[in-house]
């Protein structure tokens, strides 16, 4: 029953996505029209894609650090991320793919850094090192960015944070393409460790008693992870809580097992961002809203209620 | 004092205060000039000011236009225009303003647009005991206000009032009936464009184009491609001093837009169109030509 | 019938990272099915250690270490969790689940990468359930069992790796007599019925003298003594290795460490 109103959500969401829009497109040439073809439907496929890849890396993540309460961004790749996409501007580099790649190196940068940092501490990705690392590189990079900005030109850097905090005006189907290429590798990994994951649930000893290579787990879950985080980050900029607030839906519906959670968590998370995206297009039109925002706002209530769930249980 | 010093001194006094009620508008204190400025300060001078940094590129330009060019003895980085302002040393980008090397300057005067990094600014060199005096100019009505006070502060009322006319009547026009519509984009990613309220938009109103996102009050505002196609724009301008498209301009996604599909750019110089300025009435003429020379 | 050696540790000697001292030295044991071996000895006297090493998550710094003749270090963890079903004596309880859900989790080394839950991982979970007589719980929810009902779950989960050699960890630690007796019971009992072998860090000497075939003692990381528990667990040996003066007392044919008091003046 509930996959089939998850089914129904989809379908819902994905209508909704292409028939709603500030362009008045007739029913009837909505098959033909350049604006559902160049501009709506590949806003759709890629907020979706982009949502799914951010539930399972929330997922993933989650099982990871042990701990329900964690976001993709907490181990500090949007930091990483946006110190990426300043210095892109800052130094004026060329190319419609500056500002993502630069992004993605960030992220992946911030990913290093904090696995170090976890190495440094003598335990490899141990999950309290883990947050309190990506805290610190998030807050890190936080910091140069500003000093970045401080000394170079204004104007260039606001309409860098406002790509920063989410949007995918800038969906084309070159970006799909990318995604589509890219993403499949790190969540079929994931779906392997499916398994292993709800092992390490009950704690790394244990987990290597039942059988998990915990060490091996822990380094590929955490790189598949962040992988597909930055790369979400690349073409969409930082879009909190669906990482954070899907997984635990989720897990409400369907219970903790990984094998379920994965996909569950990548459809609902795909349902959630392609919804926040059409509300940010069409609840203040003309304008725009950053996707970020919408998130934000419709994830911090969400989040609160969750809590009270989780803590009463 | 001997009796004789003391006449000498009080006639002079009285001839500048004579001339300084012909001249009419603002009364001087103590044989001073003193304007009210933008942040509400009443700003007083004992004699019209020799030595004068700007810092905004409009003032450089003003300050020039109105004859008090050789007076100008600091500028930011930006101000190039006229020519001549390029050979006044340069105190850095001002932003914010460098106060010391401002101050190096040894201005009795330092012309400052009004923003919240500037009000900082000035506070500074206040205490510092430099004369600053600081203007709004987002809008073009402000230009002409703004003009008058830099000519009373600077003794340049005659030409500084001349010019002021033009750029109040030019101001006080009734926008020229459209016969196309525009289209600022300023960023692509987030698309950006340039709403009401701000001096582009009334550039183009006064040019007789229609910018399409009028109705939005603010200055500029964030929104989708497809709002931009919706409304299909003539044109799409470009602040920008190289004449080619724009790299979002081979993009499909974005050639969804006609203008960027048929390429109907206008390419408008920042030294001309970017900012207010006594070339106004310049930058208008300059958009009309282009709009009627386009196909 | 010659029983099937499990586990072989010969002249065991291991160091952590940075420690001043060997956490093991020259320490050995040999585990055969049919066999309810006892690791008995005071706090950081290595039993610990002893498991970790046995179990491949340490390397030893001189002898060896085999699980069915084969090195214990070349074994896939996955392998070795079809061999060796451990119940620690600590683990975390993240999210709620059910009890034949938790069971179900001892089958991961049974199954394939991607292939689903087989009508004979079942049966074993089943199995595993009735032989820890835990069949009436298996729709509980964790987080609403007792201590002892929890440490049979714990255990069939072990057992539903369907393993040859059961390690428990201080399994009874905090149980109350019934749940403790019960449990020695049980691991009694699957030795004798199903032949596995039986390896149990307590400090419950008096059970272990019971229940036990076999008591290693350590101290400060030597074996101090191993063999049948009435040959092993003497007045001298448990004074000195418990410091703290005991008399030993035989009961059904088992010797009994009783406490002293220490002070002389006592009532």
Redo the contacts between chains.
Sequence with gaps: MKYVLLAAALLATIAAALLL????VPLGEVLAS??LW???L?RAVLAFLVGGALGASGVALQALV?N?LADPFLLGLSGGAGLGAVVAIALHLP??WA?PLAAFVGAVGAMALVYRLGLIGGAELDPRILLLGGVAVGAFAAAVTTAIVSLAE???LR?AF??LWG?F??????TVLVILVYAPVPLIVL??AA??L??L???E??A???????RRLKRVVYLSASLLTAAAVAVAGVIGFVGLIVPHVC?LLWG??HRTLFPTAFLAGGILLTTADTLA?TVV??????VGIVTALVGVPLFAFLLRRWSV? | MRRSTQRTHLAALLALAVGACARGEHVPVRGGLAVTDDAGRRVTLAVSARRVVSLLPTFTEILFAIGAGDRVVGRTAWCDYPPEALTVPSVGDG?PPSVEAVAARHPDLVVLYRSGPNVAAAEQLERLGIRTVLFDLNLLEQLGPATRRLGVLTGQEKRADSLARVMDSLASQPPTPSTRSLVFI???????VIGAGSYLDRLAALAGARNV?H??SSPS???????I???DPDFVAVLTDSAVPP??AT???W??VRAVRTARFLFLPGQLFGRPGPRAAEAIRELRRRLEAAP | MERELIVAVRDLTCRYAGAPRDALLGVSLEVRSGEFHALLGPNGSGKTTLLRAA?G?VAPVQGRVEVLARPAGDW???D???V???V?Q????????RVH?AVL??R??H?S??GGVRAADRAAVERALVACDAVDLADRWLWTLSGGEYQRVRLA?ALA?EPKLLVLDEPTASLDLRHEMELFELVRALVDGQGLAALMITHHVNLAARFADQVLILAEGRAVARGAPADVLTRETVERVFSWPVAIEPFEGRPQMIPLRQRKDAP
């Design positions: 829009g500030p362009a008045n350049p604006i160049q501009l709506r590949p042990r329900p190319g419609p500002l204004a104007t260039e309409n406002l790509w949007g005006s800038g969906a084309s189907w070159t779906a392997a398994r292993p709800d092992l649930a009950l704690g000893e244990p290597q008693y039942l059988g998990a290579d915990v897990r903790r097992l297009r039109a003309p304008r725009e809203l950053p249980s | 932003m300023v960023w692509d990613n987030p698309p950006i996102f109705d939005v505002a964030q929104v989708s491609i497809e709002t196609a919706a409304r790299r979002y993009r499909p996604e050639r969804v | 179990l998550l896939s963890r996955r070795l969790a079809r060796v079903g451990v620690p600590r683990e975390e309880s993240l999210f709620p689940q859900e989790l001892g991961y080394p199954l990468l991607f989960r790796q």
